[in-house]
């Protein structure tokens, strides 16, 4: 199973949308896909339409109460996407961000939790707008981390920060972790959406996507309806951005995997 923790540490940028659309086209070209809602938010379960029952296991438990993931995963309603799983966030998450930090090794117990997951081509992380617990521990987790960035000037600010903490993580635990810029909330028109595209290429050179996201309503009713966007709005420009993403994804992913075979 290969892992791609999504997280920008500032919010509004498109990260819990790329999150749920990603995983949901990787399911859609075959692949089974495991996505994990790190965000207290619980933004990603709403989005694809999963509530636990009451008294179900959730993240939370599997974080800080050793509960395995498989008790805390559950299947998207949609049977077009029956290969997709979730475990929500759970309503007492944001504790995890003071309790995690006073266990041994708190940084790598999601990496352990998955190892012992098994049936999965992918498992996707929408990791919280912050560089606490919970983010540090899908970072030390993946594979590949995907960073969204919305085209204005503040935006590469919390990607600069974030590339500090995969670097301390290359150096210590996974030197082949992986690092991926998607620009979203593009608009090709705008001078400064074009700018800052041009500023990330330059300042994070053959790390930013080759896809843009551009700015579409459509994702948002999708989001409104609980259906991903892939299956809602198929033919829309975001939706054919995730899916071109996707495929970015999976072929970024054979080339690491290859490196680290021949490591």
């Known amino acids: 199973m290969q892992v791609v923790a999504i997280t920008n540490q500032k919010g509004g940028v498109g990260k819990t949308t ?3 659309t990603l995983a949901s086209e990787l399911a859609l070209a075959g692949k089974r896909v495991l ?3 790190m965000d207290p938010q619980e933004n990603l ?6 509530e636990p029952p009451a008294e179900g296991a959730t993240l939370y438990e599997v974080l800080t109460r050793k509960t395995p993931l498989a008790e805390a995963t559950y299947p998207v309603p949609e049977p077009r996407l ?13 504790r995890a961000e003071s309790e995690l930090p006073g266990q041994i090794g708190f940084d790598e117990i999601l990496k352990h939790r998955l190892r012992a997951c098994a049936g999965y ?3 996707i992380l929408d990791a919280p707008p912050s560089l606490g617990a919970l983010t540090i521990n899908a970072v030390g987790a993946a594979d590949l981390v995907l960073s969204p960035v919305q085209c204005e000037f503040f935006s590469a600010r919390g990607v600069v920060k974030l590339l500090d903490v995969v670097d301390v993580v290359r150096e210590r635990r996974n030197p082949n972790l992986a690092f991926l810029v998607v620009p979203t909330l593009y608009d090709k028109r705008n001078n400064i959406c074009r700018a800052v595209l041009a500023e ?3 300042q994070f050179t053959g790390e930013v996507s080759e896809v843009a996201v551009g700015i579409d309503t459509r994702v948002r009713e999708s989001q409104a309806r609980g ?3 892939g299956l809602y709005s198929p033919k829309s420009r975001a939706a054919q951005a995730y899916r071109a993403l996707a495929q970015e994804v999976i072929q970024l992913l054979s080339k690491e995997e290859v490196v680290r075979a021949a490591a």
């Not at 379960?45 to 999963?50: A, E, Q």
């Open 35 to 37: 996505v994990i809602d």
């Open 82 to 94: 029956s290969n997709l799983h979730v475990v929500p966030a759970g309503p007492y998450l944001a």
């Open 18 to 20: 790329t999150a749920l």
């Open 200 to 202: 990330l290429k330059k």
């Open 227 to 229: 259906i991903p966007l």
């Open 121 to 123: 081509d992918y498992a």
């Open 45 to 50: 379960g709403m989005g694809l339409s999963v």
